[in-house]
């Protein structure tokens, strides 16, 4: 019986992870390892923390949008259940100034607000989520690994959040259509 090389054995794991469901997305985009999206769906967010948690804003726009936050298999939440529900129920915020530029899509589940935010300052760059509880502390959760970021796409999409710092208090009027 003759034996494989350890090389064949690498072209046939590639190829049958090339043909696998999970490696491409529509337009056979390669979906980035740092993703908990469907095939399906473009991830408009994505990162991992320290702890190998993926942070993803992951659908099809502008009709859907979802919050997912886990480890592949492993799910910890998924907001709104059903991402066509996404438009209607996250809140978009931004600011922006010279050097500056502060993005955050959020919502709240029961008592507990969640903010995926990706704020830059000159060269520095900070993202991931931050989770506000009901006495008003907050724990942030920091992307440790390369942040695949659009959140901007979303806005005039997702409602303006007038609550939210970033806007302090203004919402711009919406756009009228002809």
Known sequence: MKRRRPS??????LAALAASPLACSAGNQPV???????????A?????TA????????GQYPQ???YLYGRPGRLELAYPEAAAGGPEKLSYAHYVRPDTDYTEIGFARGEIAYAVFDYREGSGRTAGVAVTLADGSERRFECATPIESQLQIWSGVLRCDPDNALTGGQCPAPSKQD
């Open 8 to 13: 064949s054995w690498r072209g046939l794991i």
């Open 32 to 42: 980035a390892a740092t993703t908990l999206c469907d095939a399906a769906d473009q």
């Open 44 to 48: 408009y967010f994505a990162c991992k």
């Open 51 to 58: 702890s190998g948690r993926l942070i993803n804003l992951c």
């Open 64 to 66: 859907r949008l979802q």
